[in-house]
Nanobody, 122 residues
Framework: QVELIESGGGLVQAGGSLRLSCAVSGRPLKNYSVGWFRQAPGKEREFVAGISWGGTSTYYADFVEGRFAISRDNAKKTVWLQMINLKPEDTAVYYC???????????????WGQGTQVIVSS
């Protein structure tokens, strides 16, 4: 059983930054590709970013536009999402998800965290 716990969300002004963390336990993190997803009120959940098992490959949704960076440290069992230049439209609950398969789009994600709220004020 893999457990994921997100943290780092909060309220930030437009143009500000946040770093989300995803702590993984239960199984070695190196066995999993991990992605970040988000769901805004009234909208479907969407893929934000993904990272391969060793961290050598990363994938981003088009709307990220170079503002977010996903990274991981398997020894620390943690995956991060660094977000800069945040916009009000980035407001959502952010989830991390792990999968034995590559998480590079919205079709993947076998294990999910409970989410962390990000609110960007204008």
């Amino acid at each position: 059983q893999v457990e994921l716990i997100e943290s780092g969300g909060g309220l930030v002004q437009a143009g500000g930054s946040l770093r989300l963390s995803c702590a993984v336990s239960g199984r070695p993190l190196k066995n999993y590709s991990v992605g970040w997803f988000r769901q805004a009120p009234g909208k479907e959940r969407e893929f934000v970013a993904g990272i391969s098992w060793g961290g050598t490959s990363t994938y981003y949704a088009d709307f990220v536009e170079g503002r977010f960076a996903i990274s991981r440290d398997n020894a620390k069992k943690t995956v991060w999402l660094q977000m800069i230049n945040l916009k009000p439209e980035d407001t959502a609950v952010y989830y991390c998800a792990a999968d034995e398969r590559l998480v590079a789009d919205a079709t993947r994600g076998a294990y999910w965290g409970q989410g962390t709220q990000v609110i960007v004020s204008s």
